[in-house]
């Protein structure tokens, strides 16, 4: 019989590798599987109870914000206070960061960012959601309050992030530098256990994910590097839920974008929230993320906490060729 090796026992096992660490990140990321459990019940009972639909609100970024998503905020918040090393969180559904009260005898070293639900649009509708989370080092001197500095560090300097995909089955993906671990929620015995070790992603593949909607709205380099894909018979699948999209490349290889549009020439995904994230469990997992103009995405400098960036991510040949086509057709342009 194998063994089964919970999320718990993972992260303890893998501290113990570095003879510096100090527990205070497991801690961190167990507060996080915490959550993520919670959300989940609350989602899997979503057309049961009375948290469907909009809250009649908008977000700092003007989007319609869903009762779910305030309530994974909420939950977010209360878990990431547990453990005592979390002393500040910025979200995307929170308009500044906040600053967690500290809990006695406790040194808080890290800051926390998260989309706690993205791809709300999908909730009314049974459809796969996730929760987006990335943790810094707070920079400022930790016997003060704590600062946006802490929050506006590049991607680089991330020291682990992940995301939990609420699908067909539940599962947390996340990375701390040394690669990238899926573990699968076992709801007979409410554990998040070890199901996908050292995810590699493909080298290219078959899907390419896109809101085509938007052709029009595409620059000329990327409208042809998608009608590429077409001519090359890719499926083409998107969900709207960016944490589904990118989960399916993950193990199926295929190619992820968001370029600018006219209605959002900056993009539309948050650079802190969601970018930044997912880009480095992206690169962990062999792949590779850049923005539409072609920069490293974890290498953009963070200048406010609703930052948006445009994105492009996936199996690194076809990040490759995708850049190919951009150099080739923007060179064309005007
Ligand atoms: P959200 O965080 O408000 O849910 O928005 C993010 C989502 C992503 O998950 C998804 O890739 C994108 O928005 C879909 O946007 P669009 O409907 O414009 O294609
Ligand atoms: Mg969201």
Redesign the pocket.
């Known amino acids: 019989m194998t063994k089964i090796v919970t999320l718990d026992e993972f992260i303890i096992t893998s501290q113990k590798k570095y003879n510096d660490a100090t527990g205070s990140l497991t801690r961190l990321l167990r507060d996080i599987g915490l959550a993520a459990k919670i959300v989940n019940r609350e989602v899997n009972k979503a057309g049961l109870v009375n948290i469907l639909g909009l809250d009649g609100s908008e977000?700092i970024?003007g989007?319609e914000v869903q009762k779910l998503?305030i309530y994974a905020n909420e939950k977010m918040i209360e878990c990431l206070g547990y453990s005592g090393e979390c002393c500040g969180i910025a979200s995307?559904e929170l308009e500044e960061f906040i600053e967690l009260p500290p809990v006695p005898s406790k040194k808080a070293e890290y800051v926390v960012v998260t989309?706690p639900?993205?791809?709300?649009?999908?909730i009314d509708v049974n459809v796969s959601?996730?929760t987006i989370f990335g943790i810094y080092k707070r920079l400022s001197d930790p016997s003060g309050p704590v600062q946006s500095e802490d929050f506006l560090q590049k991607g680089t300097e991330m020291v682990a992030a992940g995301y939990v995909l609420y699908g067909t089955s539940t599962i947390l993906v996340y990375t701390t530098g040394n690669g990238v671990n899926g573990f699968t929620l076992d709801p007979t015995i409410g554990e998040f256990c070890l199901s996908h070790k050292d995810i590699k992603m493909p080298n290219s593949g078959n899907y390419y994910s896109v809101?085509q909607?938007?052709y029009l709205k595409f620059d000329l380099e990327m409208r042809r590097y998608i009608d590429h894909c077409s001519d090359l018979n890719l499926r083409l699948r998107?969900?709207?839920?960016?944490?589904?999209?990118i989960h399916r490349i993950m193990f199926q290889g295929g190619i992820?974008l968001?370029p600018n549009t006219r209605k959002?020439p900056q993009g539309?995904?948050?650079l802190l929230?969601?970018c930044n994230p997912m880009a480095m469990i992206i690169e962990q997992a062999g792949g590779r993320a850049v923005t539409a103009t072609l920069e490293r995405v974890l290498d953009l400098e963070v200048k406010s906490l609703h930052q948006k960036a445009t994105i492009v991510m996936g199996s690194p040949d076809m990040v490759d060729e995708m850049i190919r086509f951009v150099e080739k057709y923007s060179a064309t342009v005007g």
């Open positions: 977000n970024t989007d998503d995307e989309d639900l993205d791809g709300s649009s999908n959601v996730g809101n909607g938007y998107y969900i709207g839920s960016m944490v589904s999209d992820f968001y959002y539309k995904l948050r929230y969601e």
